[in-house]
């Protein structure tokens, strides 16, 4: 097992070392997992696995999408076979009557029956197989390297937008958190707690170690980075301000460092309102506490230097 984690690991590194930022400059982006085969190419039929799966047939495009989000959903860590198989099946169905109606007749029921014989055929393979538990190995080690990536400041991230964790893990963590620290988790406590053990092959380990976690974030605060936009000076404002905190923004898109606790817009030389893209990354310390937070992409209407908005009429 050791050896096979190690292969992993350096599959993973040299993806994730090959795949550029893309998107929101500064935000993680998540790397695929290494060496699988039959993960996103739709409707498959693995190996000789073929007396298991019907002929979806004419279906195959509609049921195309059903069949990348159940790929998706076993490697999202924390997942199970029987979630995303029974997930699948509701999927099918309503690809069914998204593209067709009771009134198809013959063609509907076809592909209800179809979707029924096609679900059967995925759980019968993972019954046989277990497909899964290789795919959440090395979800488990992408986790590993995004949240090294995380804690060494390389990019900024939240869990849902990573798509690499069942929505159930993250649930379970941040009521682990609510419960006893009354809190959420920073993305850096949610990092070192999903990465804490062995998830995987040791899950009540892992619970353990989650709540040991959650027990000790109730003794710190993390600096706040809740931001508000003033319209008056036209520029984001952490709100509230934790004292002693240190603040810094990078990645400014659309927007300057106006000090520690405020971005400003770029001035507008423009006489009319023009409309900008801004985001940005927002990161906080204290006390040895880390926090972030991120300014998704949006577009801002900057006032022009002339106008009803600047208050200065044009002439």
């Given amino acids: 097992m050791s050896n096979f984690r190690g292969l992993i690991a350096a599959l993973t590194m040299l993806v994730a070392a090959a795949i550029a930022h893309a998107g929101q400059p500064g935000v993680c982006v998540t790397p695929p997992l290494a060496n699988t085969v039959g993960l996103d190419d739709g409707c498959s039929v693995p190996g000789l696995a073929t007396w298991v799966f019907p002929d979806v047939g004419i279906f195959k495009?509609?049921?195309?999408?059903?069949?990348?989000?159940?790929?998706?959903?076993?490697?999202?860590?924390?997942a199970t076979a029987a979630a995303c198989n029974d997930k699948f099946l509701?999927?099918?169905?309503?690809?069914?009557?998204?593209?067709?109606?009771?009134?198809?007749?013959?063609?509907?029921?076809?592909?209800?029956?179809?979707?029924?014989?096609?679900?059967?055929?995925?759980?019968?393979y993972s019954v046989a197989v277990n497909p899964v538990g290789a795919i959440q190995e090395m979800s488990e080690q992408r986790s590993q390297t995004m949240g090294q990536w995380v804690n060494a400041d390389t990019c900024a991230t939240t869990p849902e937008l990573t798509g690499a964790y069942d929505s159930s893990l993250i649930t379970q963590i941040n009521g682990a958190f609510q419960s006893y620290a009354h809190r959420m988790?920073?993305?850096?406590?949610?990092?070192?707690?999903?990465?804490?053990?062995?998830?995987?092959?040791?899950?009540?380990?892992?619970?353990?170690?989650?709540?040991?976690?959650?027990?000790?974030?109730?003794?710190?605060?993390?600096?706040?980075?809740?931001?508000?936009w003033d319209s008056a000076y036209q520029r984001y404002m952490v709100s509230p301000v934790t004292a002693g905190a240190t603040y810094g923004w990078s990645y400014l898109e659309g927007l300057r460092s106006g000090g520690g606790?405020?971005?400003?817009?770029?001035?507008?030389?423009?006489?009319?309102?023009?409309?900008?893209?801004?985001?940005?990354?927002?990161?906080?310390?204290?006390?040895?506490?880390?926090?972030?937070a991120i300014i998704a992409e949006h577009r801002l209407t900057v006032r022009g230097t002339c106008g009803p908005s600047a208050g200065n009429p044009c002439e």
């Avoid at 995987?200 to 980075?225: E, K, L, T, Y």
């Avoid at 606790?261 to 985001?279: E, H, K, L, M, R």
């Fill in 61 to 78: 495009s509609a049921f195309t999408p059903a069949c990348n989000n159940h790929d998706h959903c076993y490697s999202a860590l924390g």
């Fill in 90 to 124: 509701g999927d099918l169905k309503s690809a069914c009557n998204s593209n067709y109606t009771v009134l198809s007749g013959p063609v509907y029921l076809a592909c209800m029956d179809a979707a029924a014989k096609y679900h059967s055929g995925v759980v019968a």
């Fill in 185 to 228: 988790p920073t993305i850096y406590e949610f990092m070192a707690t999903v990465n804490d053990g062995n998830l995987v092959d040791d899950r009540a380990g892992w619970n353990s170690r989650m709540v040991q976690h959650a027990i000790g974030a109730a003794s710190v605060q993390p600096p706040s980075v809740s931001v508000n």
């Fill in 261 to 292: 606790t405020s971005a400003v817009a770029w001035a507008n030389d423009a006489p009319y309102n023009t409309v900008v893209t801004v985001g940005a990354i927002l990161r906080a310390s204290a006390g040895g506490v880390r926090n972030q």
